[in-house]
């Protein structure tokens, strides 16, 4: 072989990429956040999740609209013409009312419509307030330890030793009998609670920022030894600098993953509130109600349960796939088989 052939040979570009030859080779860079778009995105079933929570929340908001479009009544509106004529018990699906009627007469349709405002609304400001204050006791208990760690811990431990939906019960229980009792003690913490969708939000937050603070507390512990933060103290960074600007955004990854998770969990934590009775009120539409009041005609109206029943599941399921994926995209280490 001819030396100007092999070198001929030995500069041909590999792969069929001239633009590699005699040039620097540079890698396009991309950011954490279009990383984790890339992995989230290769699930199927989550994007399809997504686009279902996407329009839920788009049916919450436009509720209203959407039953007067459709010509629905009024989730409160009670048709007793609608009953059945010879024992007054609710009739099945019609072309007046697509999901059928209640025992008073109430369209299913609209209260399934209206009890995804419930359900969202609950979701995400419950969860958005236990993710605040599990991630501020966290940090706190992680960065000073000592008897602030102690302190704190401690607190976590004794309420997750009570079972959660008991003391969720006589909580919300004991904010709603102030209002019954007429002794000027509505709500909770004096009031500024009012009993309702409000008591609801707090005693949901209440009993659910634990995990997370005890996640979060686990995290620091680990990161507070690490480089940067004997970096950011040699330079006079104060405590509460180090906490909130240094540690905070390494633990973006599993508050993200963890709050999508209580999302769903929280989702049922109201319906099953709203079952024993000490959730929302009887006006307002709520499934978990929808569903309690359903129990005792299931036999004879199983329309009644089986819609907003139908509604909680995929709702829950859909929260589950996208918070599974968001966990696999974040660490791809424990990606599903």
């Known amino acids: 072989?001819?030396?100007?052939?092999?070198?001929?040979?030995?500069?041909?570009?590999?792969?069929?990429?001239?633009?590699?030859?005699?040039?620097?080779?540079?890698?396009?860079?991309?950011?954490?956040?279009?990383?984790?778009?890339?992995?989230?995105?290769?699930?199927?079933?989550?994007?399809?999740?997504?686009?279902?929570?996407?329009?839920?929340?788009?049916?919450?908001?436009?509720?209203?609209?959407?039953?007067?479009?459709?010509?629905?009544?009024?989730?409160?509106?009670?048709?007793?013409?609608?009953?059945?004529?010879?024992?007054?018990?609710?009739?099945?699906?019609?072309?007046?009312?697509?999901?059928?009627?209640?025992?008073?007469?109430?369209?299913?349709?609209?209260?399934?419509?209206?009890?995804?405002?419930?359900?969202?609304?609950?979701?995400?400001?419950?969860?958005?307030?236990?993710?605040?204050?599990?991630?501020?006791a966290g940090l706190l208990a992680g960065y000073y330890r000592g008897w602030t760690d102690t302190v704190i811990s401690r607190f976590v431990d004794v309420l997750l030793a009570i079972p959660y939906l008991l003391l969720a019960t006589g909580l919300a229980a004991a904010c709603t009998l102030g209002q019954t009792s007429g002794g000027g003690g509505a709500g909770c913490l004096g009031g500024l609670i009012e009993p309702g969708l409000g008591v609801v939000i707090f005693v949901i937050a209440f009993t659910s920022w634990t995990y997370m603070a005890r996640i979060v507390r686990g995290q620091v512990l680990s990161l507070r030894e690490k480089e940067f933060v004997e970096a950011a103290r040699s330079m006079g960074a104060s405590d509460m600098r180090i906490v909130f600007r240094e540690l905070l955004p390494n633990l973006t990854a599993p508050i993200i993953v963890y709050a999508s998770i209580l999302i769903p969990q929280v989702i049922l934590y109201e319906a099953a509130l709203s079952f024993l009775g000490v959730g929302v009120g009887s006006d307002t539409p709520s499934w978990g109600q929808m569903i309690s009041e359903a129990t005792p005609v299931f036999a004879d109206a199983w329309w009644y349960m089986l819609f907003p029943g139908l509604a909680l599941v995929f709702t829950v399921l859909a929260f589950n796939f996208v918070g599974d994926a968001m966990q696999d995209a974040l660490n791809p280490r424990k990606r599903r088989s």
């Not at 041909?12 to 989230?40: I, N, Q, T, Y």
């Not at 908001?61 to 459709?70: F, G, K």
């Not at 609710?90 to 405002?117: C, E, K, M, N």
Request: glycine share 8%.
């Open 1 to 136: 072989m001819e030396a100007s052939q092999f070198r001929e040979e030995r500069e041909a570009p590999v792969g069929g990429s001239a633009e590699l030859v005699g040039s620097d080779f540079v890698v396009p860079l991309r950011s954490p956040w279009r990383l984790f778009w890339d992995r989230f995105r290769e699930d199927r079933l989550a994007l399809l999740s997504l686009a279902f929570i996407g329009l839920l929340v788009l049916v919450a908001i436009l509720a209203p609209a959407i039953v007067s479009i459709l010509g629905a009544p009024d989730p409160n509106a009670r048709d007793t013409a609608a009953l059945d004529p010879l024992f007054a018990t609710p009739t099945g699906p019609s072309a007046d009312h697509w999901f059928g009627i209640d025992q008073l007469g109430r369209d299913v349709f609209s209260r399934t419509v209206y009890g995804a405002r419930v359900s969202l609304v609950v979701a995400f400001a419950a969860t958005a307030l236990a993710t605040v204050f599990g991630v501020v």
